[in-house]
């Protein structure tokens, strides 16, 4: 089966279809997280990004068009058969759509982070604390043994326990799957979402020991 890879006629057929002002409609912003977990190369992306969002036009001339690439048809339909092989994308009748895997990372991506206020991101939802990077890392690790309304529920209660951001653990503590924190009892919750001062005294112990935990662990 033909990969996809770059070959010096691309831009000359680009410059000799589209002539001298050359204009390109789109970008393509790359995870590179998941460009390696799926073991897939910079280009493959591009094209996976292309399918997804060409839905009613995954011809040559689009793709040159909106990423500035050329492939004659048949051979993109080959690249695109080829991540279809791989179940990361899915043929639908004569369409590309993404696949299991593709969606897999990027279900999770936006339960981490999401703005809208009628679903909010996990990050959202745990006021920002911390490192977002480390956060995400170990909201990933996460999802691996728990499942999404346990982990945000949980994450729910816990926050309106606090009626002071300050004592609300790092998301990269909160969600280490060593300790399993969504799991913790709410310590000491008033009917308005306060703890008195020896509950957040603990809690703050607690978060400290943790965290001086997370930093001699290695595994997310």
Same mark, same amino acid.
């Given at each position: 089966?033909? +990969?996809?890879?770059?070959?010096?006629?691309?831009? #000359?057929? /680009?410059?000799?279809?589209? =002539?001298?002002?050359?204009k390109?409609?789109?970008?393509? !912003? !790359?995870?590179?997280?998941?460009?390696a977990?799926?073991?897939?190369? $910079?280009?493959?992306?591009? *094209?996976?990004?292309?399918?997804?969002?060409?839905?009613?036009?995954?011809?040559?001339s689009?793709? $040159?068009?909106? @990423?500035?690439?050329? *492939?004659?048809?048949?051979?993109?339909?080959?690249?695109? #058969? %080829?991540?279809?092989?791989?179940?990361?994308?899915? *043929?639908?009748? %004569?369409? &590309?759509?993404a696949?299991k895997?593709?969606n897999?990372?990027?279900a999770? #991506?936006?339960?981490?982070?999401?703005?809208?206020?009628?679903?909010?991101? /996990?990050?959202?939802?745990? @006021?920002? +604390? =911390?490192?977002?990077?480390?956060?995400?890392?170990?909201?990933?690790?996460?999802? @691996?043994?728990?499942?999404?309304?346990?982990?945000?529920?949980?994450?729910?209660? &816990?926050?309106?326990?606090?009626?002071?951001?300050? /004592?609300?653990?790092?998301?990269?503590?909160?969600?280490n799957? @060593?300790?399993?924190?969504? #799991?913790?009892?709410?310590?000491?919750?008033?009917?308005? =979402?306060?703890?008195?001062?020896?509950?957040?005294?603990?809690?703050?112990? +607690?978060?400290?020991?943790? +965290?001086?935990?997370?930093?001699?662990?290695?595994?997310?």
């Amino acid at each position: 089966m033909t +990969r996809f890879s770059l070959k010096q006629s691309y831009m #000359e057929t /680009f410059i000799t279809e589209k =002539g001298s002002a050359i204009k390109v409609k789109g970008s393509t !912003i !790359i995870d590179h997280r998941i460009q390696a977990k799926l073991g897939i190369s $910079l280009l493959e992306y591009v *094209l996976i990004d292309f399918a997804i969002n060409n839905l009613d036009n995954q011809t040559s001339s689009r793709l $040159l068009d909106t @990423k500035g690439l050329y *492939l004659p048809q048949g051979e993109l339909e080959l690249n695109l #058969e %080829h991540l279809v092989d791989q179940n990361i994308l899915v *043929l639908d009748g %004569h369409i &590309y759509k993404a696949g299991k895997r593709w969606n897999e990372h990027f279900a999770n #991506e936006t339960d981490f982070d999401c703005k809208d206020p009628n679903n909010p991101g /996990f990050w959202q939802i745990m @006021k920002q +604390r =911390g490192n977002k990077e480390k956060g995400r890392q170990a909201y990933m690790n996460a999802r @691996k043994v728990v499942d999404k309304e346990t982990l945000h529920s949980a994450a729910i209660r &816990y926050v309106a326990s606090k009626d002071d951001p300050a /004592f609300i653990m790092h998301v990269s503590t909160y969600c280490n799957p @060593k300790y399993r924190h969504w #799991e913790d009892q709410i310590i000491n919750p008033t009917k308005h =979402g306060k703890q008195d001062t020896a509950g957040k005294i603990n809690e703050l112990a +607690r978060e400290i020991v943790s +965290r001086r935990q997370d930093s001699k662990d290695d595994d997310f």
